[in-house]
């Protein structure tokens, strides 16, 4: 009765039983029995599962603190969104789905200037995600030892979000080079001039088809191709433009 924090004397239990994450229902009780936040039941415990999450988390054991925690999404309680973050960027936490569902939490409810931090996270997670699915849903891979591969050891293979991005990112850079290096030798290969001459002679306008098919001049005025040919739209952004009607 003499302390105005209420709150504080859950804190002191928690701090003193490293278990206590385990003990939810007494001490959710004891909380009623204290009257933490007054009349307010769900902000009592949202605080109180709150600090049972950051404990469980603390001890590395995830799957409680996830149970805490959706508990808390399941309740709407905004202020979560942080210990939420938290478990949904523990890399040690495998539950790749499960953290995607937090960190999806933590962005509704974070402050604006965590959101670009968060989106990052979650960005990154959704590649392993990918990298998992596609692996995993192959035949069946074996190590050098004949075990057969399972999902955690894709995960393993995957590592790092940044590293696999990085990966990606190489891969995309030797596709364009070779592609470069690719046109590239069939424009050489197609130096002589006359061949381009040949090849444009076939772009005549068609005759007889068409709106303004019946002006002759007009189909005619740009058969050389020497004017830039554009709508009536873009007229006045080139330079002696060819005007299609």
Same mark, same amino acid.
């Given at each position: ?11 002191? =239990? ?38 049972? !999450? ?14 805490? =925690? ?39 409810? =974070? ?8 989106? !990052? ?125």
């Amino acid at each position: 009765r003499l302390r105005s924090n209420r709150l504080s004397l859950i804190e002191e =239990c928690i701090a003193q039983c490293f278990t206590a994450y385990k003990q939810s229902a007494t001490l959710l009780n004891l909380a009623s029995l204290l009257r933490v936040s007054g009349d307010n039941n769900t902000g009592r415990k949202g605080q109180v599962l709150t600090l049972l !999450a950051e404990q469980a988390l603390k001890c590395l054991d995830f799957k409680a603190s996830y149970i805490h =925690c959706q508990d808390l999404m399941t309740a709407g309680y905004s202020p979560a969104w942080e210990v939420c973050s938290l478990l949904g960027q523990s890399e040690g936490y495998r539950d790749l789905e499960v953290r995607q569902e937090l960190l999806a939490f933590a962005l509704t409810h =974070c402050p604006p200037d965590n959101i670009h931090t968060l989106l !990052a996270a979650s960005s990154d997670l959704q590649t392993q995600v990918l990298y998992q699915a596609v692996n995993y849903q192959m035949e069946p891979a074996k190590t050098e030892t004949g075990r057969e591969v399972t999902k955690a050891d894709y995960l393993k293979q995957a590592g790092t979000a940044g590293d696999l991005l990085h990966r990606t990112t190489a891969k995309t850079m030797e596709v364009l080079t070779t592609t470069g290096l690719t046109t590239k030798a069939v424009l050489t290969a197609v130096s002589d001039h006359r061949w381009w001459k040949e090849s444009l002679s076939y772009l005549h306008p068609l005759q007889g088809h068409g709106v303004g098919a019946t002006d002759q001049e007009g189909v005619f005025e740009n058969s050389n191709l020497e004017r830039q040919g554009c709508s009536p739209f873009y007229q006045e952004l080139i330079e002696d433009p060819y005007v299609d009607p």
